[in-house]
């Protein structure tokens, strides 16, 4: 990989967004464990807090590159996740289709995917805004990454909303 060395300068203007983004990601997961806390139905439940888990792992990341940048002025190779996106998806999937669900959401649950979904959207579309500014490589992965794994979320999102909506149709779909 080809770090960057970066001046003081230089370092300011490239870690300003890990800042904004490590911000995201600290009321992402807030948002999420308030939706989950509120929720009484199982599938939203297990869906908010398990995106909530995820918005750790982003902010661990971020956490990492920037103290690397902040610290030695040169970005660092991120490391990967043993699971890729589709994996997750997959997985998750597997995992809602395992709920044996009476009943469907409430409409504070249905809210709460929607405002989930538009959160996940417009941080997706921060990081597509970020990749353009950046020619350091390693940085640029970083991005990358975070935008497949919102782009994931957003999916994830989406196949539970219309779990909760219409749990047959889901069900017919996903067999």
């Known amino acids: 990989m080809n770090a960057k060395r970066y001046s003081a300068e230089g370092k300011e203007k490239i870690l300003e967004p890990f800042r904004i983004a490590l911000k995201i990601e600290h009321e992402g997961k807030k948002f999420l464990l308030e939706a ?32 690397a940048i902040s610290e ?6 991120m490391e990967e996740d043993s699971e890729s996106p589709q994996e997750k998806i997959i997985f998750f999937n597997k995992r ?26 417009d941080t997706e579309e921060f990081y597509r ?23 994931a979320h957003t999916v994830m999102l989406r196949s539970c909303l219309d779990f ?8 017919k779909s996903h067999k």
Do not use: C
């Open 96 to 121: 809602l289709a395992e709920l044996k669900v009476d009943g469907s959401a409430s409409a504070g649950d249905i809210e709460a995917y929607k405002t989930a979904l538009e959160m996940e959207e």
């Open 72 to 77: 030695t002025g040169e970005s660092i190779p």
């Open 129 to 151: 805004q970020k990749i353009k500014d950046t020619d350091d490589e390693n940085v640029r992965r970083i991005y990358e990454y975070f935008i497949n794994e919102e782009n």
């Open 164 to 171: 909760m909506e219409d749990p047959a149709t889901w069900f």
């Open 36 to 67: 989950a806390a509120k929720s009484e139905h199982p599938a939203a439940k297990r869906t908010f807090e398990y995106l909530a888990s995820q918005e750790d792992n982003h902010a661990d990341k971020i956490q990492k590159m920037y103290q």
